[in-house]
Structure formats: C-alpha cells, structure tokens
C-alpha cells in the first residue's frame, strides 16, 4: 500500500531534468568579466539550462578538472570561453567526462558589438554542442523512462515478500550511493559498473583526445594571424613643378616652371608579424615607395622674345622607412619614419652662351621624413589622408660653391588625400592628389669673390594627382575594411566526439560480457554517484527487471541492508 505513494514521489525529478544541467566557467581576455556575465544571463534566460556558475575553472585546464568539475556540480557539460583582442568570443564545450565536445565562435569587433552577439547568436550557437553532451545523446525527455521503470520494478518484489515496502521505494530511485556500496553481488551492481566502465575504458583515449585538441585550440589563439601582413599599390601620376626665387636677387636668375609630367610608382606595406600573429608586433613593419619619371623634354625660354632652349627631365624619388598602425575600429592611425631622396635634374643648360653654370639648378634632396596618416574604412570606400615634414639632410647642388648658394639651409612638408574604392575584398581603386613643397634661405654672406648669382631664398613646389590600384593580402580571413560580425559555426572536431560517442557506446556490450574486472572497478562508485551519470544508462535498467522475476535471492539482501 506504500508503493503508490513512493512511485508518484518518482515523478517530480523527471519534470525538474527537462532542463539541462550545464556549468559556465571563466571566461578571459579583453571585457571577459562582461562578456561572461552576458552569457550567464541569456543561457539562463532561454529556460532550457540549468545554469550553475563555476568561475574558478578556466579555459586550458586539463580534461580532469573538467571531469571532477562537471561530477561535483552533476552537470553534462562545462562552458569556457576567452575573448580576443579582436573582440572574438571562442566558447569551448566540455563534456562530463572530460573530453571536448566543441568550440564555437562569435565575432563582434568592439566590445558593444560583441555583447549584441551574444545576446543574439549564443543559444543557437551552443544548441547543437550541449544537445551531444546530454547522456547517451538523448533530449530532454530522455529521463522519463527511468522514472517510468521504476514503479514497474516495485510490483514484481511485492509478490517475493512481505517487507517489499522497504524494498520498492530504493527501487524507484535512480542508483543512490549508498545502495550500490552496499550490493556488489546483486545484479544491479552490474548494471550500474556498465554504465561506469564505458567511461572508463574511453577515458584514455578521450582525455588524449581533449588534451590534443584543447591544446591545439590554446595554441590556435595566440597564432591568429594580424590583418593586412601585405599591401601594395601602383599607380601613375601626373605632376606639375615651379621653382622659384625669393628676396633681393641679381645675376642670371630665372625661374623654371614644369606645366605637366607624368611618373610611375609603386608603394608597399609590409608586416612579418602580422603572418603568424595578432600581438602588437604585428602592428609594426616596414613602408617603402619608388617612383620615376617618364623622359620628357621642354622647350626654356628664358625671357620673351629670346631663342628657347630645348631641356629634358631626369626625376626620380625613393622613400623607405618603418610604419607603426593603431586600429581603431573602422579607423586605422598611422605613425611612420622614412628615409627619403628626391632628384630633379635638368639637362642641355650646363652651358648656354658661354656661361659657367647651369640656368637652373639641379635638385638632390636627402631627407629624414616623419609623419601621420588616418585611414576611414566606410562599406566599400576608403579615406585616407596623411601629411609629413621632410628635414634636408643634404640639398646637392643647390648648395655648390662659387656657383650656386653656399651655407643654404631648407627644409620641406608633404601631404595627400586617397580615395579608394573596394570592387572585390583584396583589390581597391584609388585616386589621389599630393603637395610637396621646399622652402631655402640661402644665407647670403659677404665672400671673395663675390659670388655670381645673389637670392633671398627659393621655393620648389611639386602638385600632382594619381591614379592606382591598392591590393591586400589579408591572409588572416578579415575583409580590409575591418572586422565583422559573423557567428561561426561548429568546428570539425564535432565528428570526432560523435565518434567516440559511438565507440563508448560499442564499449558498453564488452563489461557484461566479461563481469570478472568489475572487481576492480568497486573501489571507485564515485562514478555511480552523480546524477547525469546514473540518467546514462537509464534505459538498462528496464532490461534487467525481467531477470529480477527469477532470481529472488538478491532480494532479501537488499531488504536487510535497507533495513
């Protein structure tokens, strides 16, 4: 008459089991303390997690202490997860017997962005990893025939004796610790050693599994690669030049004026780092420019009405140096350092009309130039702009005594504007317009012989517009305009875990096929105590009633030990 009652207290634990026990460990990195309190909130919102907080275990700890972890808090899983310095949250799934299940990524590129991807993407995200983490793979309700099998053990022992009151209402629990110490003979015995020794033989072979992939998945995270190691323009530019003196000036001296002149150049970025990581170094590379004149030729006239003089142009300009880059989300700042030399040169006025010099003179710039650029990623255009003073180390020819301006001194400044526009993810056409400008005091001192020609200073000026092409080699998968935020989905390493599912399952038909290591396994039924453990192999139990109908001697051992 006491079984009735007792079989309907069975009920309530299958109803709580609908939802799924699952742990949450730290998660590190960038905004980790607000990310994991992000995902705490939207697993226990969902209504399908039973959500326990278990910050002290953290992402690389070895596949036992994910083990010992998920049987002390008797959840089927344990959630990890870091945070990169891109602002991607990689969430790794562990399941209760140590071994990874998964990993599964959410991208945000800012800390807000990333916060609105795991409100939107994280249940669907861990749906199908925590579904594989529940015993024996089953859903939710997969509890209910346990609890269903045992009121239909409890009638069969009230026909054996008359103290089965005692006896069916341990029957209807699911396997306490206490009862499996106490029984090593009875049947039961072995059915919950099967349910423990599947674990156990696949251990081994799980645990090297878990530690090769949660090292390679650790490894992995440092190893992202930077974006943009490689960028490289060409272009073609089109450019006008006025030189022009300055102050008092006596002597043959005329201005030179270049109307339009084409050039072709090739510029490039280069970050090593960048090829194998996402740290600071990455950051850091080197910046180099060549560019060089096409031959043209002028017709000078020196004053109106006089004979032109026919003159051809020799310009080239090479630029190298290193380039630091902060990025800032859509934004890119630039801080570079370069070596730089520009040449102008004229020929076919070294001597005319039996003068002893040139009518202009010949440029050689040597210049240490430091500067600022800003780069704006808006969709598929980009903006950048970038301004730089140049400091003359050497003004060859300019400088030459007893024929130019001895003691000279000068210095410059550049700057451009670029647009571009991205048509495919790693090529961008651009358009451009640049300002280069000199500016000398020739420090005129009195000297003996006087010199020849007499000036205040000068100025060289030099504007130009460009047309190119800009491609990336962005071998770390990110668009050149950025980051996105792209949910990611699970990795390969899901089949692998699916797999040993499969293996552990084939593995549980060997111990009842050869009871005799069961000896071994009594001194360990700390794997019979938690009760995912024991929800496992819940079905078998219903096998084995049958049994229980011709062996009525286990029966009164189990009614003297509860007694």
Known sequence: MTLLPRSAEAKPPAAKSAKQPIGVGAITGPHGGKVRAKVLKVLRDSGTYEVTDVEDIKPGSPPQKYQTMATGIQA?????????????LTLSIYAANGARIDAVTIKGGSGPALLKEVDNEL????????????PSGTPSAAPAPATAAAPAIAPVKVTLDEDDGEDAHPASKA???????????????????????????????STSTSDSSSESSESSEPSEKGQRPIEVMLGIRAYNRQFKY??????????????????????????????????VLSNIGLMGRFELGIATSTN??????????????NAYEYQLGVRGRLPLGKLELGIFALYGNQSFSLGGDENPAGAAYALVPDAHYHYIRTGLDLRAYISKLIVEAHVAPRFLTSMSEIDLARVWF?????????????????????????????????????NNLPATPPPRVIAGGATDT????WLGVMSTFDFSGHAAGGPAAVPATASESSESSESSDTSAEAEEEKPKAAPPPKAKKEAAPKRTAPKPAAAKPAAKPAKQAAPKKKHSAPVPEEEEEEE
């Open 462 to 465: 030099y504007l130009s517009g």
């Open 175 to 205: 396997a306490p610790p206490a009862k499996s110490k106490a029984k090593p003979k009875d049947e039961d015995l072995e059915s919950e050693d099967v349910a423990a020794s599947p674990e156990d033989e696949a251990q081994p072979e």
């Open 300 to 313: 000078y006239q020196a004053t109106p009405g006089a004979e032109p003089t026919k003159l051809s142009t």
């Open 76 to 88: 089927d899983a344990i959630v990890v997860g870091t945070v990169s310095k891109k602002m991607t």
């Open 123 to 134: 249940e669907i995200a861990l749906a199908d990893p925590l579904s594989k983490a529940r």
């Open 406 to 442: 001895p003691g000279a001194v000068g210095s410059g400044l550049d700057g451009g504007l670029m647009l571009g526009w991205q048509f495919l993810p790693w090529l961008t056409a651009a358009v451009g317009g640049d300002f280069v400008r000199y500016g000398f005091d020739f």
């Open 246 to 279: 300055t102050g008092i000036t006596s002597g043959p001296l005329v201005p030179y004026e270049l109307g339009l002149a084409p050039t072709v150049f090739i510029a490039a970025r280069l970050y090593p780092a960048a090829f194998s990581s996402d740290g």
